[in-house]
C-alpha cells in the first residue's frame, strides 16, 4: 500500500515556499505521492440561490494543480503528483490533456490524475461553462475519453456533444496513458469510476464507509467485467484523529485491499509549514510500523 500527504494548502497562505518545503520533506520522509486539491475561484457562500454547500470559501487559497505540479516536477525527484479532485468540467479538455501530458513528460511519468465534478456552480460561471454544470457528470465522461484518445493518437478527428477536434492533435504527446482516477459522494460518482475509470478517492468518508463502499465497487467491477486488481483505491486518513486511532485505521485500510493511503493535516491547529511537516513525520513513523 503506497502512502502520501495532502498539501495543506488553505492554511499555508498561498506561500510557494512552503509547497516546495513541504513537498520535499514528503520525498526525504519515503512518502510515495502528494495530493493536492482544487478551486480556480474561490466564492462567498451569503445570499446565493441554489444555496452553495462545499466547504471552501473566498478566504480559502487554492494553488492550481498542473501549475503547482509542473514547479514541483523540477524541485522533486521521486514522489508521485496526485491531483484529488481536479474540476475537469469547468477546463477546456483539449488545452488540459496538453498541460498534463506536458507535467507528465516533464516529471518523468509521475502525474496521477483524480478528477471530479464539484460542486461551485459560481466557479462555472466564472470560468466561462455556465450550461455545463447540470451535465457536468457527462461532460466528465466526454472529457474522459477525448483526454485518452488525445494522449494516444497524433492526429485525430473527433466529434460530440461537447467537442469538435478535426484532424488535429498534441504534441508532444505523453509516453504513456496518464492515470485517471475519480473522485466523489454520489452513486454517480461510484458507476462511472467503475465503468471508465482506473481507481477511486476516497476524501471526507468515516473509514467504515469507505471500506464498505469500496467492497460494494468491488462488485460492480466484477460485474462489469473488469479485473480489480488493475483499479486503485485511495483513502485520505483525518490526522486530528489521532495516534491511538491511526494504527487501527491503516491497518482497516490496507486489510481492506485499500492500495493507497494519505494523510490529511488540515484543520489540526497547524500554523506553519514546519508544524505540517512535523505532523506528517510523526505520523509516516506510525505508519511504518503497523
Same mark, same amino acid.
Given at each position: 500500500m503506497k502512502a502520501g500527504v495532502v498539501y495543506p494548502q488553505i492554511e499555508l497562505g498561498g506561500d510557494p515556499g512552503a509547497v516546495k518545503a513541504f513537498a520535499q520533506a514528503a520525498e526525504a520522509l519515503?512518502? %510515495?505521492?502528494i495530493v493536492i486539491y482544487d478551486h480556480v475561484l474561490g466564492a462567498e457562500h451569503a445570499g446565493r440561490e441554489p444555496a452553495l454547500t462545499g466547504p471552501y470559501k473566498e478566504n480559502d487559497p487554492f494553488h492550481e494543480p498542473l501549475v503547482t505540479y509542473a514547479y514541483l516536477a523540477g524541485v522533486t525527484e521521486r514522489i508521485g503528483l496526485a491531483t484529488g479532485v481536479i474540476i475537469l468540467p469547468q477546463r477546456q479538455t483539449a488545452l488540459f490533456a496538453k498541460q498534463a501530458a506536458d507535467v507528465d513528460l516533464f516529471s518523468g511519468e509521475r502525474l496521477r490524475l483524480c478528477v471530479g465534478i464539484g460542486w461551485n456552480w459560481v466557479e462555472y460561471d466564472g470560468l466561462e461553462v455556465p450550461g455545463h454544470f447540470?451535465?457536468?457528470g457527462k461532460r466528465q465522461e466526454l472529457q474522459i475519453?477525448?483526454?485518452r484518445k488525445l494522449w494516444a493518437? %497524433?492526429?485525430i478527428d473527433h466529434e460530440d456533444a461537447d467537442h469538435r477536434i478535426e484532424r488535429a492533435g498534441i504534441l508532444p504527446r505523453p509516453k504513456r496513458q496518464i492515470p485517471i482516477w475519480l473522485g466523489g459522494f454520489s452513486e454517480a460518482a461510484y458507476e462511472r469510476a467503475?465503468?471508465?475509470g482506473d481507481g477511486f478517492l476516497f476524501a471526507g468518508r468515516a473509514q467504515e464507509q469507505a471500506v464498505q463502499l469500496k467492497a460494494?465497487?468491488?462488485a460492480r467491477l466484477s460485474e462489469l467485467g473488469r479485473d480489480a486488481a488493475d483499479f486503485g483505491f485511495e483513502s485520505i486518513q483525518d490526522y486530528r484523529r489521532g495516534d491511538n486511532q491511526w494504527p487501527g485505521d491503516i491497518a482497516t485500510?490496507?486489510?481492506a485491499g485499500g492500495s493507497h493511503i494519505s494523510v490529511v493535516t488540515m484543520g489540526a491547529d497547524l500554523t506553519t509549514v514546519d508544524a505540517h511537516i512535523k505532523a506528517i513525520e510523526t505520523w509516516r513513523r506510525v505508519y511504518e510500523t503497523v
Amino acid at each position: 500500500m503506497k502512502a502520501g500527504v495532502v498539501y495543506p494548502q488553505i492554511e499555508l497562505g498561498g506561500d510557494p515556499g512552503a509547497v516546495k518545503a513541504f513537498a520535499q520533506a514528503a520525498e526525504a520522509l519515503g512518502y %510515495d505521492h502528494i495530493v493536492i486539491y482544487d478551486h480556480v475561484l474561490g466564492a462567498e457562500h451569503a445570499g446565493r440561490e441554489p444555496a452553495l454547500t462545499g466547504p471552501y470559501k473566498e478566504n480559502d487559497p487554492f494553488h492550481e494543480p498542473l501549475v503547482t505540479y509542473a514547479y514541483l516536477a523540477g524541485v522533486t525527484e521521486r514522489i508521485g503528483l496526485a491531483t484529488g479532485v481536479i474540476i475537469l468540467p469547468q477546463r477546456q479538455t483539449a488545452l488540459f490533456a496538453k498541460q498534463a501530458a506536458d507535467v507528465d513528460l516533464f516529471s518523468g511519468e509521475r502525474l496521477r490524475l483524480c478528477v471530479g465534478i464539484g460542486w461551485n456552480w459560481v466557479e462555472y460561471d466564472g470560468l466561462e461553462v455556465p450550461g455545463h454544470f447540470r451535465r457536468r457528470g457527462k461532460r466528465q465522461e466526454l472529457q474522459i475519453e477525448l483526454l485518452r484518445k488525445l494522449w494516444a493518437e %497524433d492526429v485525430i478527428d473527433h466529434e460530440d456533444a461537447d467537442h469538435r477536434i478535426e484532424r488535429a492533435g498534441i504534441l508532444p504527446r505523453p509516453k504513456r496513458q496518464i492515470p485517471i482516477w475519480l473522485g466523489g459522494f454520489s452513486e454517480a460518482a461510484y458507476e462511472r469510476a467503475c465503468r471508465i475509470g482506473d481507481g477511486f478517492l476516497f476524501a471526507g468518508r468515516a473509514q467504515e464507509q469507505a471500506v464498505q463502499l469500496k467492497a460494494k465497487m468491488m462488485a460492480r467491477l466484477s460485474e462489469l467485467g473488469r479485473d480489480a486488481a488493475d483499479f486503485g483505491f485511495e483513502s485520505i486518513q483525518d490526522y486530528r484523529r489521532g495516534d491511538n486511532q491511526w494504527p487501527g485505521d491503516i491497518a482497516t485500510w490496507r486489510e481492506a485491499g485499500g492500495s493507497h493511503i494519505s494523510v490529511v493535516t488540515m484543520g489540526a491547529d497547524l500554523t506553519t509549514v514546519d508544524a505540517h511537516i512535523k505532523a506528517i513525520e510523526t505520523w509516516r513513523r506510525v505508519y511504518e510500523t503497523v
